[in-house]
């Protein structure tokens, strides 16, 4: 199963007031990591770069494609057109699934690996608010 949409900046300015109720889950990873200074678009929320591409590109859109991969699992690629040319200019891609350890990935499996990939596709884009 296939889910395909592209957002105008309606539709991001909706999300944005929509994606603060999700709750926010602020466990610490227990992946070992390099430990290094937190860049500032580390912390940036995908709502503000959505706000900082339409400056950036009031023509441009961003795609997104979600694939239900079964056993409550969710694969989103999003891809980021900046209004120029009809080919992306940038894309990502992320998976979540309602067995993730994390809470919030957990019980938001589709809408968590889609904000994910949105995010990525941006960054990828150069976008910083």
């Keep these: 199963m296939s889910n395909e949409e592209c957002l105008t900046s309606d539709e991001a300015d909706m999300i944005a007031q929509i994606l603060p109720d999700i709750p926010k889950d602020d466990r610490a990873s227990r992946l070992a990591r390099r430990t ?7 912390v940036t929320s995908v709502s503000d770069r959505l706000k900082a591409f339409y400056r950036k590109c009031p023509n441009g859109r961003v795609h997104t494609d979600v694939t239900d991969m079964g056993d409550g699992a969710w694969l989103a690629r999003a891809y980021v057109f900046d ?33 994910a990939a949105i995010s990525r596709a941006l ?7």
């Design 36 to 42: 290094r200074e937190p860049a500032d678009d580390d």
């Design 123 to 129: 960054r990828n884009f150069g976008v910083k608010p």
């Design 83 to 115: 209004g120029e040319i009809e080919m992306p200019r940038a894309s990502a891609s992320a998976t979540r699934s309602r067995h993730d350890t994390d809470e919030v990935s957990a019980e938001y499996p589709l809408e968590t690996a889609e904000t």
